[in-house]
């Protein structure tokens, strides 16, 4: 069963186009990382099934209500960024009142423990904690409020590495307990890769890919060798990366449509074959030029 | 325990572990192995991929499954590991020792002396 | 994980009780300005005076319309402010619609309104009791030390539904900003300059009727249906503009 539904969904602001017929559906309790690069149109489609900002044509469907206006998709979502607005007027220990009083499946308790292994002083106010702890706070509302809908947009902006990793630990504890659809966008795969079960992959507001994060790790394998060599071997293969190395040797990361046989006889020629890093290869992926940054300094 | 370098995919080092563990004998046959959901909160790994972890294993008939109740060890686990490792992860080992061997022109002789030489160490040491 | 259903009466509920908490700052500068308006107060609000052989008579009025003048100008500011991003996209961060939204909004300006009032009332008696004691008058006359219940009722719902007025007034206005900065300008230069054409060409038109429209009306049953189906067409317009207003940051 699918929660959100989306077809050919556009968003213009102005003359600019921020997404272009985006069609995907997300899987009941699935965690999914939302991946592109900066303006790929990561946040603009996950506010836009937040319900916070509205497409300017298409379909969407969120527990098949259209979100924008829907009390019903507002009740069992929640967004989570780092700059959610809480007032100021009120401290911590009565922001967390107040989300209780909103969401029918607040977990107290959780909220409770995590507000104090995380060290906060009820009595601070949002706009007194420092960036990475503002990320941290508002990273207790979303775990807590336990929505049917879970989506965090880049929610580590700020966190130090352990409280990163604490988060990843707390977000996995609570989903296995309580599996709901979770939504994560962030700019370190390489960090969150492990928990995602499904990554969709944006590229220029458009779906570049959508597929299990297992599936991924088979598109592409990384060749290392001889420039003749690899030549010989990728010619009618798709080719995501090119890069040299030392001397005369070439690394390329090409799509991964070789046989086992073929694969032994490329180790046997002496190239090396090795596993492409699922954050590396949505970087090449979602490059636009094949050399990176290099084919620049050309 | 788990190497996040993406060197292995993680299912496979699931299932490596698995069947260490029940090499090791840490699970007997007939014995009911982790769910998905106890290995994604070990290994802090998503449900699904430990569920692939697992789903190898049943292919391989190293696992089975009772409805409803999980996933058990298979009286032969044992054999069928040791079979695998051996014709597959042992093969490709020795594989690439020759290789690097062929690489620095050690010949096969030098090759199998070092081989036995390495067999004797390890035996005094266990001694 | 089930879906939970929430009514637009619940939220609507939920979110004005979160509004209640969050803006209760809002009293402070009511109470702020309705001191400083007593203090201008003290000064009177008109004089007359006139002399004879040997003495003269000057007469000084106090009263505290100007603290209810200064606050429906709190209320028109403050609604003013209640429709802007960082008030209105606090409600989204929880359980939100643009409707529960605004509806929520205007009940919890009807309730400012309703305290702003009580707090003017109250500076009556404290203007008299200043003046009383600080100002060097000869003879203090008064309209009278105690009203009737009626009356006092009668003055707080009108005091109410005025404050209630100009936060629809604010409330309409800061919507038809947010929607477009060009009224943020626009809307000043029609204000302002409607008055100075008019002073210039001495004649009475739009806002001196609009104003004698509310301000004079003698039956007070016609004051209320006047009041709440101009605030109702200020804040059902404000809705209806707002509904497509998106949560961006």
């Known amino acids: 069963m699918s929660v959100i539904d989306c077809i050919n969904v556009t968003k213009r602001y102005g003359r600019e186009t921020a997404l272009e017929n985006l069609t995907f559906s997300i899987e009941k309790n699935k965690i999914t990382g939302i991946i592109g690069r900066n303006g790929a149109g990561k946040t603009t489609t996950l506010k836009i099934l937040a319900g916070y900002i509205q497409e300017s044509s298409g379909d969407v469907k969120v527990f098949s209500e259209h979100p924008f206006n829907s009390l019903m998709v507002s009740a069992n979502t929640i967004f989570v960024d780092d700059q959610m607005n809480l007032p100021s007027s009120l401290n911590l220990a009565e922001i967390l009142n107040n989300a209780e009083m909103f969401y029918e499946n607040w977990d107290c308790e959780l909220a409770e423990r995590l507000f104090s292994y995380f060290s906060f002083h009820p009595k601070q106010t949002h706009d007194q904690l420092s960036k990475g702890k503002k990320s941290t706070f508002n990273m207790i509302i979303g775990l807590a409020s336990r929505c049917a809908l879970t989506i965090f947009d880049e929610p580590t902006t700020g966190m130090d590495a352990a409280v990163r990793s604490d988060f990843y630990r707390a977000l996995l504890k609570d989903y296995l307990a309580h599996p709901r659809t979770i939504l994560l966008s ?31 790790k088979e598109l592409a394998v990384g060749l290392t060798g001889k420039k003749d060599e690899i030549q010989k071997w990728i010619s009618n293969k ?47 992926l979602t490059n636009t030029s094949k050399g990176g940054i290099d084919d620049v300094f050309k | 325990m788990i190497h996040h370098d993406g060197s292995k995919p993680i299912y496979v080092q699931i299932s490596d572990w698995i069947e260490t563990e029940i090499l090791r004998g840490n699970f007997e046959p007939d014995q009911k192995v982790y769910s998905q959901y106890q290995l994604a909160e070990m290994f802090n790994i998503n449900p699904a991929t430990a569920a692939k972890g697992l789903n190898v294993l049943a292919n391989e008939m190293i696992l089975y499954k009772k409805r409803g109740l999980g996933l058990f060890v298979a009286s032969d686990a044992r054999e069928r590991i040791v079979n695998r490792r051996k014709n597959e992860t042992l093969k490709q080992l020795v594989v690439n020792v020759v290789m690097e061997a062929k690489y620095l022109q050690v010949s096969e002789t030098v090759l199998v002396e070092m081989i036995h030489n390495v067999y004797n160490e390890i035996k005094e040491d266990g001694s | 994980m089930s879906l939970n259903n929430v009514t637009l009466a619940t939220a609507t509920k939920k979110l004005y009780k979160y509004k209640l908490k969050a803006n209760i700052g809002l009293l402070n500068s009511l109470v702020f300005l309705q001191l400083i308006a007593v203090l201008f107060s003290l000064n009177g609000v008109g004089q007359m005076g006139t002399g004879g052989n040997g003495f003269s008579i000057n007469v000084y009025y106090y009263s505290s319309t100007l603290v209810i003048a200064f606050t429906m100008l709190w209320a028109f500011i403050h609604s003013i402010f209640l429709t802007t991003k960082t008030f209105r996209y606090d409600d989204f961060t929880f359980v939100s619609n643009r409707i529960a939204s605004n509806l929520s909004n205007m009940v919890f300006l009807a309730t400012a309104s309703l305290i702003a009032a009580l707090f003017a009332m109250f500076t009556s008696p404290l203007l008299k009791v200043i003046a009383y004691f600080l100002l060097d008058h000869e003879v203090l006359l008064e309209t009278g030390i105690f009203y009737s219940p009626t009356e006092l009722l009668l003055g707080f719902a009108a005091t109410t539904l005025y404050i209630f007025l100009f936060s629809a007034l604010g409330y309409f206005v800061g919507t038809l900003i947010q929607l477009s900065k060009l009224f943020g300008i ?17 004649q009475s038109n739009l806002l001196i009727t609009m104003g004698t429209f509310i301000f004079t009306e003698s039956s007070f049953l016609l004051f209320i249906i006047k009041v709440v189906c101009l605030s109702s067409l200020l804040f059902g317009s404000s809705l209806f503009l707002s509904n497509k207003l998106e949560v961006k940051q």
């Open chain 1, 238 to 284: 798709e080719v995501y990366y090119e890069s040299r190395v030392g001397i005369n040797d070439n690394y390329v990361v090409v799509e991964n449509t070789f046989t086992k046989e073929e694969l032994a006889k490329l180790t046997a020629t002496g190239i090396t074959i090795s596993q492409v890093a699922s954050n590396d290869l949505c970087v090449y």
């Open chain 1, 186 to 216: 962030s700019h370190h795969l390489n960090e969150i890769e492990e928990l995602l079960e499904d990554i969709l992959l944006l590229k220029d507001g458009q779906v570049y890919l959508h597929m299990s994060l297992m599936e991924l």
């Open chain 3, 186 to 202: 626009l809307l000043p230069v029609i204000f302002f300059g409607t008055l100075f054409v008019e002073a210039r060409a001495g």
